[in-house]
């Protein structure tokens, strides 16, 4: 299934599917996510997805529990040897099994966070074309 308006960016199951063409179109829009999100797409671009992670996996009726996104807290980092080393593999694990984690007691001010969150979202908040310059694929 297609739900993108551009027809190039596909969903689900599709035996025909061609990820480097997929990716290719991604890539030359210049928009990122967000430029997939205000074309109308409703569902995860395959491309996304994890394939082999996606084996097996059932929705309704499981009595697995949800995973959620790892919370790693820094609290005591920079005292404690062995605290470093706890901390230092699970950020490790998190990066394998979800390619992102939160932190928290990171000693960053509110503030900062705050700021930063703001300047994010007044980025995306740009026309386009504007974004389209700063685009990068690093691959």
């Not at 290719?24 to 430029?35: E, N, P, Y």
């Not at 996606?54 to 529990?65: F, K």
């Not at 007044?122 to 504007?130: A, G, I, L, S, V």
Request: charged share 30%; net charge negative.
């Amino acid at each position: 299934m297609v739900t993108s308006n551009s027809d190039k960016i596909q969903v689900g199951k599709i035996s025909d599917w061609d990820r480097k063409s997929e990716v290719k179109f991604f890539d030359d829009t210049k928009l990122g996510v967000k430029g997939l999100l205000d074309a109308g797409l409703s569902k995860i671009p395959r491309m996304f997805m994890d394939e082999q992670k996606m084996t097996g996996m059932t929705t309704c009726g499981s009595t697995v529990p949800p995973e959620r996104v790892p919370i790693i807290n820094f609290k005591d980092m920079d005292k404690d040897a062995a605290v470093r080393s706890q901390i230092i593999k699970k950020v490790g694990d998190a990066c394998d099994k979800w390619g992102f984690f939160q932190v928290v007691n990171n000693g960053i001010p509110e503030s900062v966070l705050n700021a930063m969150i703001d300047g994010i979202q007044r980025f995306h908040e740009q026309d386009d074309e504007t974004k389209k310059a700063w685009y990068s694929c690093d691959s």
